[in-house]
């Protein structure tokens, strides 16, 4: 089915549709079970224009909670979420280092700092997560290959076209 204004209303509609399947229990987790039978509340279309109304009443909810009891609660009541963790929770999570989600690499001139897992995992290979090049690092070597001769490339460095660190 087409809707009225063509393929867009499609997607709407079906975006709609998507929603519904937790709102029951989205309303009951937060307390607001009226709005289970609420014509104005029943559908994604007819909450729209109540939407800013919406996210005040689940601020409201969740004034005394953390992230974490939020999510406890809501869980209960087979709604999917997760929490956001901030850069120092997924820096000191435990799971995440030991998935190999989070690094730590170290680098001659920087140091030990954390930095981002290979998001592929291979049963009988382990990649080796290395720091990122420092400034300049290939500079050289990627001119060269490209066709400068070294006297061009001391000329750019003299000239601070290229630099390193």
């Not at 009225?4 to 009951?28: L, M």
């Not at 607001?32 to 104005?40: F, G, L, N, V």
Request: overall charge negative.
């Amino acid at each position: 089915m087409v809707g009225e204004h063509g393929p867009v209303d499609d997607i709407r509609e079906s975006a709609f549709e998507d929603q519904e399947q937790n709102w029951e229990k989205t309303c009951e987790a937060i307390g607001k079970r009226e709005w289970i039978d609420d014509p104005a509340y029943t559908t994604a279309k007819a909450r729209q224009p109540h939407i800013f109304d919406i996210f005040a009443d689940i601020e409201k909810w969740l004034a005394d909670k953390t992230k974490y009891e939020a999510v406890d609660i809501l869980r209960k009541y087979d709604v999917p979420c997760a929490p956001v963790l901030s850069m120092k929770e997924i820096a000191h999570d435990p799971a995440l280092r030991a998935s190999g989600t989070v690094v730590e690499v170290e680098e001659e001139k920087r140091g030990k700092y954390l930095t981002v897992g290979s998001p592929v995992k291979f049963s009988d290979f382990t990649p080796h997560i290395t720091g990122a090049p420092l400034l300049g690092e290939h500079s050289e070597q990627v001119l060269t290959e490209l066709g400068y001769t070294a006297t061009q490339i001391t000329n750019m460095t003299a000239a601070q076209i290229i630099r390193s660190e």
